[in-house]
């Protein structure tokens, strides 16, 4: 398979501090939607932020092919869209539109197609007509919005998200979890929200103290009670609550009946015992 993001023995240390990546190695290949959870402070945002080299720590990044560093930075920054864990961090302009359309003007887009992308992004986030707004006016989940379509607009191949679902409301949660699914590119989502990731992701990598703890199918990992306590998660409810009960499976067009568990969310029809 194609590999677009390739990470050896990447270790990083904040000036004072303990080591908040040890030796992490991860390796994702092209159209992957990929879980990272781990409890607080285990390296989630600090890992996201030496894939577009805003940090920059000891060990080897590829993405597509080029190694993170400086001379590479302005080509790998179009391919890599990171949005923050804070959108604090990510506007700074006096508009929405201005932010919005920072990378496209970067990337040389002309002046229709800049305001052309900025409307699109805008659109798809649910912020539109939003351009002139300054975004220290804008509310929390509002600003993360934003911070989404200021991605969007370089239309990157690879989307890393940090957090993307905290605060926003319930409606705005499942418009962004109905966003991400109907993309193509390679996705990256760090989070606490784990049922929105056993929506979207086949595979989880489970981060603590700096270091990748496991690495495969999400039911899987995220079903594993011990596994779960001890990195300070729990095992999301969908998993969870199982129920057992008569129902009828279709085999060479005979039916028959039998009881098992399954999660609540297989679809399933319920019927009476004849
Ligand atoms: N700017 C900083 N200066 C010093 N230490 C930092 C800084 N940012 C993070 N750290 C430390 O690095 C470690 C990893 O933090 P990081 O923010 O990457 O964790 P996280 O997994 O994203 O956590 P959360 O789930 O709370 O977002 C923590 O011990 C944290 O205290
Ligand atoms: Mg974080």
């Not at 290949?29 to 577009?52: C, D, M, Q, W, Y």
């Amino acid at each position: 398979m194609d590999t677009v993001i390739e990470v050896k023995n990447l270790t990083y240390q904040y000036s004072a501090g303990n080591k908040a990546l040890d030796s992490l190695s991860l390796t994702v290949s092209r159209g992957e939607r990929v879980a990272v959870v781990g409890p607080n402070g285990a390296g989630k945002s600090t890992f996201i932020l030496h894939l577009n080299g805003i940090l920059n720590g000891e060990g080897h990044i590829k993405i597509m092919g080029m190694t993170v560093e400086k001379v590479n930075l302005p080509k790998i920054r179009q391919k890599v869209g990171v949005v923050f864990q804070d959108p604090d961090h990510q506007l700074f302009s006096p508009t929405v539109f201005e932010d919005v359309a920072f990378g496209p003007i970067n990337m040389g887009f002309s002046e229709k197609e800049v305001k052309d992308r900025v409307s699109e992004a805008l659109g798809k986030v649910g912020m539109a007509g939003s351009e002139w707004r300054p975004p220290h006016h804008l509310s929390f989940g509002e600003k993360r919005r934003v911070c989404i379509a200021s991605v969007l607009s370089m239309s990157p191949e690879i989307l890393v998200l940090d957090e993307p679902s905290s605060s926003l409301d319930p409606r705005s949660r499942r418009e962004l979890i109905n966003l991400l699914k109907g993309f193509d590119i390679t996705l990256i989502i760090a989070t606490h929200d784990l049922e929105m990731t056993l929506e979207l992701c086949k595979r989880t990598v489970v981060i603590d103290r700096g270091a990748v703890i496991v690495d495969g199918d999400i039911r899987e990992i995220l079903g594993d009670e011990s596994l779960m306590l001890k990195h300070g998660l729990e095992v999301p409810h969908s998993i969870k609550f199982t129920h057992s009960h008569t129902h009828d499976h279709r085999r060479d067009e005979e039916l028959h009946f039998h009881s098992h568990y399954h999660p609540h969310p297989e679809i399933h029809e319920h019927k009476e015992r004849l």
